[in-house]
């Protein structure tokens, strides 16, 4: 059984970012009550409060975990309360995108189902994905578009 699952670091790094933004926010409107010339202060609590509470909600929405076993594939989204599950025979199509940054490789492979849903799981942000793109290789080689 594969289980892969979002990565500490991202979290972390995440996490940190969205706790920045929001402490700005905080910040700016404690020091909003008593500045003389307000308009800075403005644009900064109305951009850095929307911006992490609209990152925050984006990444726990998007957080997920894939179990895989036996051309099964259950998929959890925990803040969603939400999962659904799918076997080998309802892959319409899957495909592996590498992008070269300046960071390093980025890499991604995207599910598509017959149904029409589709899930997308990164090299950078899930655990075990070698061991599930290996697998899919491994097991769906025909499905694998280029």
């Known amino acids: 059984m594969i289980v892969s699952k979002p990565k500490i670091g991202t979290l972390f790094s995440v996490g940190l ?6 402490g700005i ?19 900064l609590v109305y951009t850095s409060g929307p911006i992490g509470f609209l990152v925050l909600i ?10 895989v076993s036996k051309e099964k594939f259950e998929v959890k989204f925990p803040f969603k309360f939400q999962k659904y599950s799918f076997g080998g025979k309802e892959i319409d199509h899957w495909f592996h995108t590498s992008i070269k940054t300046y960071g390093g490789l980025y890499e991604e492979f995207t599910i598509k189902l017959s149904s029409g849903k589709q899930l997308a799981i990164s090299k950078q942000e899930n655990t075990e994905y070698d061991k599930t793109l290996k697998y899919l290789k491994k097991k769906f080689k025909k499905l694998e578009k280029c």
């Open 17 to 22: 970012f969205i706790s920045l933004a929001l």
């Open 58 to 67: 984006k990444i726990l929405f998007s957080l997920k975990t894939l179990k």
């Open 25 to 43: 926010f905080v910040y700016g409107l404690i020091q909003i009550q008593t500045a003389t010339d307000r308009t800075w202060w403005y644009v």
